[in-house]
């Protein structure tokens, strides 16, 4: 995976960037670590490497004026775009080896998973934002 990551982009840098796509930014540092079941110094570690690259931006807590909040910038946006696309020969493989009909079964029957594990999952709260 890495071998083919644009830039040396990392797996969990990968991920972050993905999962604030995905399910949106503005996210704290904590609900972060939660979400990647890592503490919150892992998740700290991870998002000041991605800052210092300019993928993502890291502001204060509007609320709670202690906390951070992570923001995916434009270039953010753009390395997991160019990382998604480093991974399309690898999918090609895997599509390959398990068939096309397989695969496309696969990943709807995926996402359906991934969507209800990190709907069953208990985030901490958020301070409200006002």
């Known amino acids: 995976f890495e071998a083919v990551m644009p ?3 990392l797996v969990p840098h990968f991920s972050v960037l993905t999962h604030l796509v995905r399910l949106g930014d ?3 540092l904590k609900r972060l670590a939660f979400a990647f079941q890592v ?3 892992t998740m ?3 998002v000041q490497r991605l800052e210092a690259r300019g993928l993502v931006d890291v502001q204060r807590d509007p609320v709670d004026r202690r906390g951070k909040r992570v923001f995916i910038t434009a270039a953010g946006r753009k390395m997991r775009e160019d990382a998604s696309a480093a991974l399309a020969p690898a999918r090609g493989h895997l599509m390959a080896d398990l068939g096309p009909e397989l695969f496309e079964e696969l990943l709807p ?3 359906k998973l ?4 990190d709907q069953r999952r208990n ?3 958020e301070p409200q934002q006002r």
Do not use: E, I
């Open 7 to 9: 830039d040396g982009l």
């Open 26 to 28: 503005a996210k704290s």
């Open 39 to 41: 503490s919150k110094a």
């Open 44 to 46: 700290t570690n991870t």
């Open 109 to 111: 029957r995926l996402a």
């Open 114 to 117: 991934r969507a209800d594990l």
């Open 123 to 125: 985030p901490p709260a």
